[in-house]
Protein backbone atom coordinates (compact mmCIF):
# COMPACT_ATOMS: atom_id res chain seq x y z
CA UNK A 1 0.00 0.00 0.00
CA UNK A 2 1.02 3.92 -0.81
CA UNK A 3 1.54 5.61 2.40
CA UNK A 4 -0.48 8.53 2.60
CA UNK A 5 2.88 10.77 2.99
CA UNK A 6 4.12 9.54 -0.58
CA UNK A 7 0.62 10.89 -1.97
CA UNK A 8 -0.71 14.53 -2.80
CA UNK A 9 -3.95 15.45 -1.35
CA UNK A 10 -4.65 17.42 -4.48
CA UNK A 11 -3.76 14.83 -6.82
CA UNK A 12 -5.16 11.36 -5.72
CA UNK A 13 -7.47 12.51 -2.67
CA UNK A 14 -8.96 9.36 -2.48
CA UNK A 15 -5.87 7.57 -2.02
CA UNK A 16 -4.77 10.10 0.06
CA UNK A 17 -7.61 9.84 2.48
CA UNK A 18 -8.06 6.46 2.57
CA UNK A 19 -4.09 5.65 3.79
CA UNK A 20 -4.43 8.66 5.93
CA UNK A 21 -7.66 7.47 7.64
CA UNK A 22 -5.14 4.18 8.63
CA UNK A 23 -2.18 5.22 9.40
CA UNK A 24 -3.30 8.40 11.52
CA UNK A 25 -5.09 5.84 13.44
CA UNK A 26 -9.13 7.58 12.46
CA UNK A 27 -10.96 4.97 11.23
CA UNK A 28 -10.57 1.13 9.98
CA UNK A 29 -12.31 0.67 7.47
CA UNK A 30 -12.19 -2.89 6.74
CA UNK A 31 -14.75 -4.58 9.19
CA UNK A 32 -16.82 -6.63 6.77
CA UNK A 33 -20.03 -4.70 6.83
CA UNK A 34 -19.88 -2.41 4.38
CA UNK A 35 -20.60 1.25 5.57
CA UNK A 36 -19.70 0.53 9.24
CA UNK A 37 -16.05 1.31 10.66
CA UNK A 38 -13.97 1.29 13.30
CA UNK A 39 -13.19 4.32 14.79
CA UNK A 40 -9.44 4.11 15.84
CA UNK A 41 -8.33 5.91 19.11
CA UNK A 42 -7.19 9.17 17.09
CA UNK A 43 -10.40 9.14 15.04
CA UNK A 44 -12.64 8.32 18.27
CA UNK A 45 -10.66 11.47 20.20
CA UNK A 46 -11.33 13.61 17.59
CA UNK A 47 -14.91 13.15 17.85
CA UNK A 48 -15.49 13.44 21.30
CA UNK A 49 -13.89 16.62 20.96
CA UNK A 50 -16.51 17.74 18.16
CA UNK A 51 -19.53 16.02 19.80
CA UNK A 52 -18.13 18.58 23.28
CA UNK A 53 -17.59 21.50 21.33
CA UNK A 54 -21.69 21.09 19.89
CA UNK A 55 -22.85 19.62 22.94
CA UNK A 56 -21.59 22.59 24.78
CA UNK A 57 -23.23 25.48 22.65
CA UNK A 58 -26.37 23.28 22.48
CA UNK A 59 -27.10 22.76 26.47
CA UNK A 60 -25.67 26.42 26.39
CA UNK A 61 -28.80 27.55 24.14
CA UNK A 62 -31.19 25.64 26.16
CA UNK A 63 -31.33 22.88 24.78
CA UNK A 64 -32.37 19.50 27.10
CA UNK A 65 -30.16 16.45 26.05
CA UNK A 66 -32.38 13.32 26.18
CA UNK A 67 -31.93 9.72 25.34
CA UNK A 68 -34.28 7.99 23.04
CA UNK A 69 -34.86 4.27 21.72
CA UNK A 70 -32.99 2.94 18.78
CA UNK A 71 -36.48 1.78 16.93
CA UNK A 72 -39.52 2.53 16.20
CA UNK A 73 -42.78 0.52 14.97
CA UNK A 74 -43.52 0.48 11.25
CA UNK A 75 -46.96 1.80 12.29
CA UNK A 76 -45.74 5.00 13.43
CA UNK A 77 -42.56 5.12 11.24
CA UNK A 78 -45.10 5.13 7.99
CA UNK A 79 -47.29 7.99 9.41
CA UNK A 80 -45.23 10.72 7.65
CA UNK A 81 -45.86 10.16 3.88
CA UNK A 82 -43.39 12.16 2.73
CA UNK A 83 -40.46 11.12 5.21
CA UNK A 84 -41.54 7.55 4.69
CA UNK A 85 -40.76 8.04 0.93
CA UNK A 86 -38.06 9.66 1.86
CA UNK A 87 -36.43 7.14 4.00
CA UNK A 88 -38.15 3.92 2.70
CA UNK A 89 -35.69 2.19 0.60
CA UNK A 90 -33.17 3.20 3.59
CA UNK A 91 -34.24 1.35 6.40
CA UNK A 92 -33.02 -1.51 8.64
CA UNK A 93 -35.36 -3.67 10.08
CA UNK A 94 -35.52 -6.39 12.88
CA UNK A 95 -38.21 -8.69 11.60
CA UNK A 96 -36.75 -11.78 14.04
CA UNK A 97 -35.67 -11.87 17.80
CA UNK A 98 -34.77 -14.92 19.59
CA UNK A 99 -34.78 -16.91 17.05
CA UNK A 100 -38.45 -16.40 16.29
CA UNK A 101 -40.20 -13.70 14.70
CA UNK A 102 -41.73 -10.87 15.91
CA UNK A 103 -45.02 -9.59 16.42
CA UNK A 104 -44.47 -6.60 14.56
CA UNK A 105 -41.69 -5.54 13.53
CA UNK A 106 -39.07 -2.58 14.24
CA UNK A 107 -37.51 0.25 12.45
CA UNK A 108 -34.05 0.92 13.02
CA UNK A 109 -34.13 5.01 13.32
CA UNK A 110 -32.65 6.05 9.91
CA UNK A 111 -33.57 9.65 12.02
CA UNK A 112 -35.59 10.18 15.40
CA UNK A 113 -38.31 12.29 14.19
CA UNK A 114 -40.64 9.15 14.38
CA UNK A 115 -39.52 8.13 18.00
CA UNK A 116 -39.58 11.46 19.80
CA UNK A 117 -43.11 12.96 18.25
CA UNK A 118 -44.82 10.72 19.40
CA UNK A 119 -43.51 11.80 23.39
CA UNK A 120 -43.98 15.06 22.66
CA UNK A 121 -47.45 14.76 22.43
CA UNK A 122 -47.60 13.61 25.34
CA UNK A 123 -45.19 15.96 26.73
CA UNK A 124 -46.88 18.84 25.18
CA UNK A 125 -49.90 20.63 26.47
CA UNK A 126 -49.98 24.10 26.33
CA UNK A 127 -47.95 27.33 25.14
CA UNK A 128 -46.19 26.93 28.83
CA UNK A 129 -44.55 24.01 27.70
CA UNK A 130 -42.82 25.05 24.35
CA UNK A 131 -40.27 26.20 23.01
CA UNK A 132 -39.27 22.55 24.05
CA UNK A 133 -35.72 21.85 22.70
CA UNK A 134 -34.23 18.53 22.36
CA UNK A 135 -31.07 17.04 21.22
CA UNK A 136 -29.05 13.81 21.27
CA UNK A 137 -25.67 12.40 20.27
CA UNK A 138 -26.39 8.73 19.13
CA UNK A 139 -26.04 6.78 15.99
CA UNK A 140 -28.42 6.34 12.95
CA UNK A 141 -28.92 3.84 10.42
CA UNK A 142 -29.15 4.46 6.92
CA UNK A 143 -28.77 1.55 4.14
CA UNK A 144 -27.44 4.21 1.69
CA UNK A 145 -28.02 3.49 -1.69
CA UNK A 146 -24.99 5.94 -3.07
CA UNK A 147 -21.11 4.16 -3.07
CA UNK A 148 -20.20 4.49 0.45
CA UNK A 149 -16.90 5.89 1.74
CA UNK A 150 -15.25 5.65 5.22
CA UNK A 151 -16.40 8.65 7.41
CA UNK A 152 -18.53 10.89 4.36
CA UNK A 153 -21.05 8.22 3.68
CA UNK A 154 -21.55 5.50 6.10
CA UNK A 155 -24.89 3.52 6.70
CA UNK A 156 -23.95 3.67 10.65
CA UNK A 157 -23.93 7.12 11.34
CA UNK A 158 -22.32 9.43 14.46
CA UNK A 159 -24.22 12.60 14.69
CA UNK A 160 -26.47 14.53 16.89
CA UNK A 161 -29.81 15.28 16.19
CA UNK A 162 -31.94 18.41 17.93
CA UNK A 163 -35.13 18.60 17.56
CA UNK A 164 -37.48 21.61 18.38
CA UNK A 165 -41.16 22.69 18.91
CA UNK A 166 -42.69 25.91 18.77
CA UNK A 167 -45.90 27.77 19.80
CA UNK A 168 -45.54 30.49 16.66
CA UNK A 169 -43.82 30.18 12.93
CA UNK A 170 -42.00 33.25 13.86
CA UNK A 171 -40.42 31.57 16.41
CA UNK A 172 -39.49 28.91 14.44
CA UNK A 173 -38.28 31.10 11.91
CA UNK A 174 -35.41 32.86 14.66
CA UNK A 175 -34.86 29.24 16.10
CA UNK A 176 -33.49 28.33 12.18
CA UNK A 177 -31.61 31.15 12.43
CA UNK A 178 -30.10 30.19 15.84
CA UNK A 179 -29.72 26.75 14.61
CA UNK A 180 -27.37 27.95 11.63
CA UNK A 181 -25.66 30.06 13.94
CA UNK A 182 -24.76 26.84 16.64
CA UNK A 183 -23.51 25.23 13.57
CA UNK A 184 -21.59 28.06 12.43
CA UNK A 185 -19.71 28.77 15.45
CA UNK A 186 -18.63 24.94 16.15
CA UNK A 187 -17.86 24.75 12.48
CA UNK A 188 -15.69 27.99 12.74
CA UNK A 189 -13.91 26.93 15.93
CA UNK A 190 -12.29 23.66 13.86
CA UNK A 191 -11.14 26.44 11.38
CA UNK A 192 -13.33 24.54 8.66
CA UNK A 193 -14.84 26.60 5.61
CA UNK A 194 -18.41 25.99 3.95
CA UNK A 195 -21.14 27.36 1.95
CA UNK A 196 -24.84 28.17 3.95
CA UNK A 197 -27.19 26.97 1.35
CA UNK A 198 -30.67 26.72 1.21
CA UNK A 199 -31.74 23.61 -0.57
CA UNK A 200 -34.03 23.78 -3.90
CA UNK A 201 -37.47 22.66 -3.17
CA UNK A 202 -36.56 19.27 -5.39
CA UNK A 203 -33.86 18.63 -2.70
CA UNK A 204 -35.60 19.22 0.90
CA UNK A 205 -35.59 16.80 3.95
CA UNK A 206 -38.15 14.77 3.33
CA UNK A 207 -41.48 16.18 5.13
CA UNK A 208 -39.77 19.76 5.92
CA UNK A 209 -41.00 23.10 4.49
CA UNK A 210 -37.70 24.45 3.69
CA UNK A 211 -33.70 22.77 4.47
CA UNK A 212 -30.94 24.73 5.12
CA UNK A 213 -27.39 22.74 4.32
CA UNK A 214 -23.90 23.51 5.39
CA UNK A 215 -21.33 22.22 2.49
CA UNK A 216 -17.79 22.14 3.31
CA UNK A 217 -15.24 22.05 0.61
CA UNK A 218 -13.35 18.89 -0.17
CA UNK A 219 -10.24 18.99 -2.15
CA UNK A 220 -11.63 16.77 -4.94
CA UNK A 221 -13.99 19.63 -5.50
CA UNK A 222 -16.97 17.03 -4.40
CA UNK A 223 -18.52 19.12 -1.16
CA UNK A 224 -19.35 17.72 2.05
CA UNK A 225 -22.77 18.35 3.49
CA UNK A 226 -21.67 18.45 7.11
CA UNK A 227 -25.24 19.72 8.58
CA UNK A 228 -28.82 20.63 8.00
CA UNK A 229 -31.11 22.72 9.60
CA UNK A 230 -34.92 21.30 8.14
CA UNK A 231 -37.82 24.12 9.01
CA UNK A 232 -40.92 21.28 9.22
CA UNK A 233 -43.81 23.78 9.39
CA UNK A 234 -46.81 22.01 10.71
CA UNK A 235 -46.01 18.60 8.91
CA UNK A 236 -45.35 16.54 11.33
CA UNK A 237 -47.43 17.77 14.74
CA UNK A 238 -50.58 17.10 12.39
CA UNK A 239 -49.55 13.71 11.56
CA UNK A 240 -48.13 13.09 15.00
CA UNK A 241 -51.17 14.64 16.24
CA UNK A 242 -49.08 16.58 18.67
CA UNK A 243 -51.43 20.32 20.26
CA UNK A 244 -51.18 23.01 22.47
CA UNK A 245 -53.40 25.37 23.93
CA UNK A 246 -52.84 28.51 22.83
CA UNK A 247 -52.89 31.66 25.79
CA UNK A 248 -56.55 32.21 23.91
CA UNK A 249 -57.67 28.85 24.42
CA UNK A 250 -57.65 27.74 21.36
CA UNK A 251 -56.26 23.93 20.65
CA UNK A 252 -53.46 24.43 17.75
CA UNK A 253 -50.42 21.99 16.19
CA UNK A 254 -47.17 23.42 16.60
CA UNK A 255 -44.26 24.67 14.41
CA UNK A 256 -41.35 22.08 14.49
CA UNK A 257 -37.31 21.80 13.10
CA UNK A 258 -34.96 19.17 13.22
CA UNK A 259 -31.27 19.90 12.42
CA UNK A 260 -28.37 17.32 12.49
CA UNK A 261 -24.68 17.80 12.75
CA UNK A 262 -22.66 14.43 10.48
CA UNK A 263 -19.77 14.04 13.14
CA UNK A 264 -18.14 11.56 10.75
CA UNK A 265 -18.30 14.08 7.86
CA UNK A 266 -16.80 17.22 10.45
CA UNK A 267 -14.16 14.58 10.78
CA UNK A 268 -13.46 13.95 7.12
CA UNK A 269 -13.71 17.77 6.63
CA UNK A 270 -10.54 18.47 9.47
CA UNK A 271 -8.86 15.98 7.63
CA UNK A 272 -9.54 16.90 4.29
CA UNK A 273 -9.34 20.69 4.65
CA UNK A 274 -6.32 20.94 6.75
CA UNK A 275 -4.17 17.91 6.28
CA UNK A 276 -1.34 18.31 3.66
CA UNK A 277 0.89 15.46 1.91
CA UNK A 278 2.66 14.59 5.29
CA UNK A 279 -0.32 13.78 6.88
CA UNK A 280 -2.69 15.44 9.33
CA UNK A 281 -2.83 19.21 10.15
CA UNK A 282 -5.21 19.19 13.70
CA UNK A 283 -6.62 22.34 14.80
CA UNK A 284 -5.05 22.76 18.76
CA UNK A 285 -9.04 21.94 20.21
CA UNK A 286 -9.42 18.55 18.63
CA UNK A 287 -5.66 17.25 18.71
CA UNK A 288 -4.99 14.58 20.96
CA UNK A 289 -1.77 15.78 21.43
CA UNK A 290 -0.94 19.64 21.30
CA UNK A 291 3.12 19.67 21.85
CA UNK A 292 5.17 16.89 21.71
CA UNK A 293 8.68 16.55 22.78
CA UNK A 294 11.41 14.74 20.99
CA UNK A 295 14.51 14.34 22.26
CA UNK A 296 17.43 14.15 20.33
CA UNK A 297 19.98 11.76 21.59
CA UNK A 298 23.56 11.45 21.41
CA UNK A 299 25.56 8.82 22.94
CA UNK A 300 26.69 9.39 26.20
CA UNK A 301 23.91 12.55 26.48
CA UNK A 302 20.91 10.12 27.03
CA UNK A 303 20.01 10.51 30.19
CA UNK A 304 20.87 14.45 30.99
CA UNK A 305 18.79 15.18 27.75
CA UNK A 306 15.71 13.11 28.44
CA UNK A 307 16.16 14.74 32.15
CA UNK A 308 16.12 18.07 30.42
CA UNK A 309 13.22 17.37 28.42
CA UNK A 310 11.34 15.96 31.14
CA UNK A 311 11.84 19.35 32.82
CA UNK A 312 10.63 21.26 29.39
CA UNK A 313 7.59 18.67 29.89
CA UNK A 314 6.72 20.25 33.15
CA UNK A 315 6.68 23.81 31.71
CA UNK A 316 4.58 22.33 28.96
CA UNK A 317 2.05 21.06 31.59
CA UNK A 318 -1.16 23.43 30.38
CA UNK A 319 -1.53 21.56 26.93
CA UNK A 320 -1.67 18.66 26.17
CA UNK A 321 1.86 17.19 25.76
CA UNK A 322 3.68 14.10 24.92
CA UNK A 323 7.40 13.03 25.30
CA UNK A 324 8.53 10.78 23.08
CA UNK A 325 11.12 8.90 24.98
CA UNK A 326 10.99 5.52 22.54
CA UNK A 327 14.74 4.01 22.66
CA UNK A 328 13.89 2.02 19.33
CA UNK A 329 12.77 4.61 17.11
CA UNK A 330 14.71 7.82 15.50
CA UNK A 331 14.18 11.19 15.93
CA UNK A 332 13.62 11.78 12.17
CA UNK A 333 11.16 8.37 12.42
CA UNK A 334 9.77 10.36 15.21
CA UNK A 335 9.47 14.35 13.35
CA UNK A 336 7.66 11.79 10.21
CA UNK A 337 5.24 9.67 12.55
CA UNK A 338 4.13 13.22 14.62
CA UNK A 339 3.88 14.93 11.64
CA UNK A 340 1.11 12.48 10.20
CA UNK A 341 -0.73 12.44 13.20
CA UNK A 342 -1.43 16.47 13.04
CA UNK A 343 0.64 17.63 16.15
CA UNK A 344 0.48 21.02 15.73
CA UNK A 345 3.49 22.29 17.98
CA UNK A 346 6.99 19.75 17.95
CA UNK A 347 9.52 20.88 20.43
CA UNK A 348 12.94 19.34 19.48
CA UNK A 349 16.06 19.42 22.09
CA UNK A 350 19.43 18.17 21.37
CA UNK A 351 22.41 18.85 23.08
CA UNK A 352 22.77 22.35 21.63
CA UNK A 353 19.54 23.37 23.14
CA UNK A 354 20.47 21.86 26.46
CA UNK A 355 23.62 23.35 26.56
CA UNK A 356 22.17 27.01 25.93
CA UNK A 357 18.90 26.38 27.31
CA UNK A 358 16.60 26.42 24.73
CA UNK A 359 13.85 24.67 22.05
CA UNK A 360 13.08 24.40 18.94
CA UNK A 361 9.94 24.64 18.41
CA UNK A 362 8.38 23.63 15.19
CA UNK A 363 4.76 24.82 14.22
CA UNK A 364 3.38 21.90 12.11
CA UNK A 365 1.39 23.92 9.72
CA UNK A 366 4.14 26.33 8.22
CA UNK A 367 6.71 23.66 8.57
CA UNK A 368 8.79 26.93 10.41
CA UNK A 369 11.21 26.30 12.84
CA UNK A 370 11.99 28.68 15.80
CA UNK A 371 14.54 28.79 18.55
CA UNK A 372 13.45 29.74 21.94
CA UNK A 373 14.86 30.03 25.10
CA UNK A 374 13.52 28.04 28.20
CA UNK A 375 11.80 31.18 29.59
CA UNK A 376 9.99 31.44 26.91
CA UNK A 377 8.72 28.08 25.92
CA UNK A 378 5.34 28.17 27.42
CA UNK A 379 4.25 31.45 26.21
CA UNK A 380 6.04 30.63 22.51
CA UNK A 381 3.80 27.84 22.12
CA UNK A 382 0.47 29.17 23.60
CA UNK A 383 0.80 31.65 20.88
CA UNK A 384 1.66 29.49 18.31
CA UNK A 385 -1.46 27.11 19.25
CA UNK A 386 -3.46 30.03 18.38
CA UNK A 387 -1.62 31.43 15.39
CA UNK A 388 -2.40 27.97 14.28
CA UNK A 389 -5.87 27.51 14.62
CA UNK A 390 -6.22 30.99 13.11
CA UNK A 391 -4.32 30.35 10.20
CA UNK A 392 -5.59 27.22 9.30
CA UNK A 393 -9.40 28.77 9.18
CA UNK A 394 -8.11 31.60 6.92
CA UNK A 395 -6.39 29.76 5.02
CA UNK A 396 -9.34 27.00 4.50
CA UNK A 397 -11.69 30.22 3.57
CA UNK A 398 -9.15 30.76 1.00
CA UNK A 399 -9.23 27.85 -0.49
CA UNK A 400 -13.03 27.32 -0.50
CA UNK A 401 -13.10 31.38 -2.32
CA UNK A 402 -10.65 29.97 -4.98
CA UNK A 403 -12.58 27.00 -5.40
CA UNK A 404 -15.72 29.15 -6.40
CA UNK A 405 -15.70 29.82 -10.44
CA UNK A 406 -18.25 32.26 -11.36
CA UNK A 407 -19.75 30.82 -14.45
CA UNK A 408 -21.67 32.04 -17.46
CA UNK A 409 -22.43 29.10 -19.52
CA UNK A 410 -23.27 25.36 -19.44
CA UNK A 411 -19.66 24.89 -20.50
CA UNK A 412 -18.22 26.90 -17.99
CA UNK A 413 -20.14 24.73 -15.38
CA UNK A 414 -19.08 21.59 -17.45
CA UNK A 415 -15.47 23.23 -16.88
CA UNK A 416 -15.62 24.16 -13.52
CA UNK A 417 -16.28 20.59 -12.42
CA UNK A 418 -13.34 19.04 -14.76
CA UNK A 419 -11.77 21.04 -12.56
CA UNK A 420 -12.98 20.27 -9.71
CA UNK A 421 -14.40 23.76 -8.38
CA UNK A 422 -18.03 25.18 -7.44
CA UNK A 423 -19.81 27.00 -10.26
CA UNK A 424 -21.62 29.97 -9.08
CA UNK A 425 -24.43 30.24 -11.94
CA UNK A 426 -27.49 32.66 -12.19
CA UNK A 427 -30.75 30.45 -12.45
CA UNK A 428 -33.84 30.58 -13.33
CA UNK A 429 -35.08 28.28 -10.22
CA UNK A 430 -36.60 25.85 -11.97
CA UNK A 431 -35.73 22.00 -11.63
CA UNK A 432 -35.76 21.16 -15.58
CA UNK A 433 -32.97 23.24 -15.61
CA UNK A 434 -31.13 21.98 -12.46
CA UNK A 435 -31.84 18.64 -14.07
CA UNK A 436 -30.28 19.46 -17.27
CA UNK A 437 -27.14 20.95 -15.78
CA UNK A 438 -26.47 17.90 -13.91
CA UNK A 439 -27.10 15.81 -17.26
CA UNK A 440 -24.83 17.82 -18.61
CA UNK A 441 -22.53 18.90 -16.52
CA UNK A 442 -22.86 15.71 -13.78
CA UNK A 443 -22.96 18.04 -10.38
CA UNK A 444 -25.76 19.31 -8.57
CA UNK A 445 -27.54 22.39 -7.87
CA UNK A 446 -26.63 22.76 -4.03
CA UNK A 447 -29.04 25.30 -3.56
CA UNK A 448 -28.81 29.71 -2.95
CA UNK A 449 -27.00 31.40 -0.15
CA UNK A 450 -29.17 31.41 2.72
CA UNK A 451 -27.69 34.57 4.60
CA UNK A 452 -26.87 36.54 1.85
CA UNK A 453 -29.20 37.66 -1.01
CA UNK A 454 -26.90 37.60 -4.03
CA UNK A 455 -28.15 38.98 -7.59
CA UNK A 456 -28.15 37.08 -10.57
CA UNK A 457 -25.54 38.46 -13.25
CA UNK A 458 -27.42 37.39 -16.60
CA UNK A 459 -30.33 35.38 -17.76
CA UNK A 460 -30.61 31.78 -16.19
CA UNK A 461 -27.39 30.33 -18.09
CA UNK A 462 -29.15 26.80 -18.73
CA UNK A 463 -32.79 28.44 -20.22
CA UNK A 464 -31.59 32.07 -20.78
CA UNK A 465 -35.11 33.22 -19.16
CA UNK A 466 -34.96 36.30 -16.81
CA UNK A 467 -32.64 34.43 -13.64
CA UNK A 468 -34.08 35.11 -10.24
CA UNK A 469 -31.40 33.70 -7.86
CA UNK A 470 -27.51 32.61 -7.90
CA UNK A 471 -27.14 29.45 -7.31
CA UNK A 472 -24.28 26.77 -6.16
CA UNK A 473 -23.46 23.86 -8.43
CA UNK A 474 -20.98 21.03 -7.39
CA UNK A 475 -20.15 17.30 -7.40
CA UNK A 476 -21.11 15.82 -3.74
CA UNK A 477 -20.85 12.96 -1.23
C1 LIG B 1 -32.03 14.65 9.25
N1 LIG B 1 -33.48 14.68 11.19
O1 LIG B 1 -32.14 13.44 9.21
P1 LIG B 1 -30.27 14.88 7.32
N2 LIG B 1 -22.93 9.44 6.23
C2 LIG B 1 -22.41 10.42 6.98
N3 LIG B 1 -23.14 11.47 7.41
C3 LIG B 1 -24.42 11.56 7.06
C4 LIG B 1 -25.03 10.57 6.27
C5 LIG B 1 -24.23 9.45 5.86
N4 LIG B 1 -24.71 8.45 5.14
N5 LIG B 1 -26.32 10.90 6.09
C6 LIG B 1 -26.52 12.06 6.73
N6 LIG B 1 -25.37 12.47 7.33
C7 LIG B 1 -32.82 15.51 10.22
C8 LIG B 1 -31.97 16.44 11.02
C9 LIG B 1 -32.89 14.85 12.49
C10 LIG B 1 -31.71 15.72 12.30
C11 LIG B 1 -25.16 13.69 8.12
O2 LIG B 1 -31.24 15.37 8.46
O3 LIG B 1 -30.77 13.67 6.62
C12 LIG B 1 -24.98 14.87 7.20
O4 LIG B 1 -23.97 15.71 7.74
O5 LIG B 1 -30.04 16.10 6.48
C13 LIG B 1 -26.34 15.55 7.25
O6 LIG B 1 -26.25 16.93 6.97
C14 LIG B 1 -26.76 15.29 8.68
O7 LIG B 1 -26.30 13.95 8.92
C15 LIG B 1 -28.25 15.38 8.91
O8 LIG B 1 -28.95 14.49 8.08
Keep these: MTTATALSKYRNFSEWFDSL ?17 VYLENGAFILRRVRQLLEKELNDTGHKEMIFPLVTTDELFGKEAAHIKGFSTEVFVIESAGGKP ?11 ETIMYPMF ?12 LVHQSNMVYRHETKATRPLLRVREIPWNEAHTVHATAAEAEQQVRKAVEIYRKVLDRLGLAYLVLKRPDFDKFAG ?7 DA ?4 GRVNQVATVHNLGKNFSKVFEIEFETRDGRRENPFQLCYGFG ?3 VLAALISQHGDDRGLVLPSIVSPVQVVVVPIVFKGQEESIINY ?9 SFSVKLDDREDVTPGEKFYYWEKMGAPVRVEVGPREMVENKATVFRRDTLEKTLVSVDELETTV ?31 VKKAISERRIARISWCGSEECAIKLKEEAGGELRGTKFDEVEVPYGPCIVCGRPASEVAYFARAY
Design 217 to 220: WNPD
Design 21 to 37: LLEAKIVDDRFPVKGFS
Design 382 to 412: ANMLEAIDRNLGEKSWRVLRQMIFDASTVDD
Design 263 to 265: YSR
Design 309 to 317: CRQLVERLK
Design 102 to 112: VESKLIVRPTS
Design 208 to 214: AKYSVAF
Design 121 to 132: KLWIRSHADLPL
